[in-house]
DNA sequence: GCAAAAACAATCATGATTGTCTTTAATATT
DNA sequence: AATATTAAAGACAATCATGATTGTTTTTGC
């Protein structure tokens, strides 16, 4: 799968009220959840089509009547992931509660989850895939761009320094995904992980403008 | 390559002073070398025989001849690129000047080069490569403690807080590293990256003791 | 020089993955 | 009920990576 060229997206069947014929949207989603489990336990290098087929346990020929070619399918499983991720993080931002430590911790609880680890696994892969990297790379754009603009929703009044609202972001991301790729590698402490998530939290109170202090 | 089990080291052929065949290192160096170069070019998952034997420029038969399967070789490069890691931080930690700032800036500089890259790739494949981990994780784990180790020798008079002096090099780690992880996967934001490191300096000045403190 | 050993090259058989094609079963339409 | 459409399964040929085997050329030791 991994060194299948990537095509288009397929032409959407046409949102009429098919009945029964909706449920090979069903299967559709089994072999995208499918795919996903096999990056998060095989790898993107061994996610190979028998291996979702049998991980959505159906025939690789059923499957490939759903998705034209394995590269079809993991354009999908990319983005349902984009959506999950976008997902989750409308959920975390969402909240009511708008203060660094909790946001923090949403963002640090997200990344922690599985669903990054795909994702880390599809952009490290994409490193050395030009196809791969032409359907990722947009996807992380539009997330980072949307985590800055939720951030300056949540700190508007911080919009006066943006040097240090700017630095404050990248240190956020840069701290919380370096942990989270680096538990990923055998390489994180778990015992720093609070003493770090506080200091950064500190961190950031500090780079707050007076007037954005509470 | 990928899925190869990796066996015990090779046994060396005893260091009498062979004149010749003595050239036979030299293509060994050779295909070790090539090892690494198609790991940061093509990734670990697609550094496959031949294709290692295509940039070492030799017949995949004569490599089998210096290396009994892709495994050994792998294991070999590994061992290579771990040397290779070793011998840069000797270098950047052996300097006279101890200053917070050139040491920063001196692993920074090691983790921007390809050696750093490839040994990223390695690090995510052992995620799911139970045989890649057991060669990868004890190089890993050797490098953090010289890592521990030479940050007490430079800094003997921070060992009376060891939560701060912890703190400091678990934060200097995660960020530099999450910073070149970033860069790799099209997530880093160059114009941050001197602010971010000019931060990271400030921020282990500050968790110096008052002793420590210059 | 000559024989043994090593370096190197080429080929082979095997297993895995990929996409296509064919066949069967289920479902929908008229 | 008959037929057309779709889901699902299986078989197929092509490609590729792997390790083993065999053959050829150097180099080394006697």
């Known amino acids: ?57 159906m025939s690789r020929g059923a499957m490939l009547h759903h998705f034209e070619n394995g590269g079809a399918l993991m354009q999908a499983a990319i983005a349902e992931l984009h959506e999950k991720r976008l997902r989750a993080f409308r959920q975390s931002a969402g909240s009511t509660i708008h203060e660094v430590h909790t946001l923090v911790r949403a963002y640090w609880q997200q990344i922690s989850g599985q669903t990054f680890t795909a994702f880390h696994e599809l952009a490290l892969a994409s490193r050395t895939d030009e196809s791969l990297a032409n359907i990722l790379v947009p996807a992380q754009n539009e997330f980072r761009v949307r985590w800055y603009r939720q951030a300056i929703e949540l700190f508007p009044e911080w919009q006066d320094d943006r040097a240090r609202f700017d ?6 991301q840069n701290v919380l995904e370096g942990m989270a790729i680096n538990r990923l590698t055998h390489g994180l402490d778990e015992r720093m992980v609070e003493p770090i998530l506080n200091d950064l939290e500190r961190q950031i109170e500090a780079l707050k403008p007076p007037s954005a202090k509470a």
């Open 1 to 57: 799968m991994a060194r299948t060229a990537i095509k288009t997206a397929k032409p959407v069947p046409a949102p009429e009220l098919n009945l029964q014929a909706a449920k090979s949207a069903a299967t559709r989603t089994r072999l995208i959840e499918a795919t996903i489990s096999c990056i998060i336990k095989y790898g993107y290098a061994r996610t190979t089509t028998p291996r979702v087929a049998d991980e959505a346990g």
């Open 167 to 172: 630095l404050a972001l990248a240190l956020s």
